[in-house]
């Protein structure tokens, strides 16, 4: 099935710890991109990625870092997690031109 | 800065009751406009996309429409059924284009 996969589902982490979360696309699409959202503030752009081996900040990119060796994945790592990071994270892709914006189910992490 | 806000943030309304969902932008230079429904717990889908060139969009019982000069688009749901209680999310490009930029979202309740 077409689409985006996101990994873990759901993630407990201590704080301090280092994390990846994975995001591949199967579309081809040449952008992608990771929001968190967390309830009151809505979806905010983290980073994304126009086309492999290009990446770009989005409105909160502190504490984040992203790479794209290739069209198909984009993780998402945080080097030293912080319990304000403990949000919903969503991987999506579109087209280079904005279409077909599709999302993945999400990781829900808590940092504790 | 691109910023969409979305008013109203909870809605209910009967079964079978026609009602409309606003949102609006700052940024008036926009290529397209996108709206997208949320499941409780779930990832993203889109529902409709409507061009800068075009005024509105229909898919079923849904249409959106655009009015850039405004910065205003609303999505009109016919007839509404249980099965579209939901968040409706609106989104806008940010002003470099990278990106979609997201309201905070209207969340839908129809009862039966």
């Known amino acids: 099935i077409a689409g985006i996969t996101q990994a873990p589902t759901s993630q407990i982490l201590a704080a301090g710890r280092r994390m990846t979360l994975r995001c591949t696309q199967d579309m081809r699409h040449n952008a992608m991109y990771w929001y968190r959202q967390d309830l009151g503030l809505g979806l905010r752009l983290i980073h994304y990625s126009n086309t492999a081996g290009t990446t770009g900040k989005g409105e909160v990119p502190d504490g984040y870092s992203v790479s794209r060796a290739n069209t198909d994945d984009f993780p998402l790592t945080l080097a030293s997690a912080v319990p304000s990071q403990t949000s919903v994270y969503f991987c999506?892709?579109?087209?280079?031109?904005?279409?077909?914006?599709?999302f993945g189910s999400g990781t829900r992490l808590t940092v504790v | 800065k691109q910023e969409v806000t979305q008013i109203p943030a909870a809605l209910s309304v009967p079964e079978g009751e026609n009602l409309v969902l606003n949102c609006s932008f700052t940024d008036s230079a926009i290529y397209n406009l996108q709206w997208f429904r949320q499941d409780p717990g779930k990832g993203l889908t889109s529902l409709l996309l409507?061009?800068?060139?075009?005024r509105e969009q229909t898919s079923g019982r849904l249409n959106a429409s655009l009015d850039k000069s405004s910065g205003r688009s609303t999505l009109y749901i016919a007839a509404s059924q249980p099965g579209d209680s939901a968040t409706y999310l609106c989104a806008a490009p940010n002003q470099a284009g990278t990106a979609l930029i997201f309201g905070k979202g209207t969340t839908l309740s129809v009862s039966s």
């Open positions: 409507i061009q800068s060139s075009q």
């Open positions: 999506a892709s579109s087209d280079r031109d904005g279409y077909g914006y599709t």
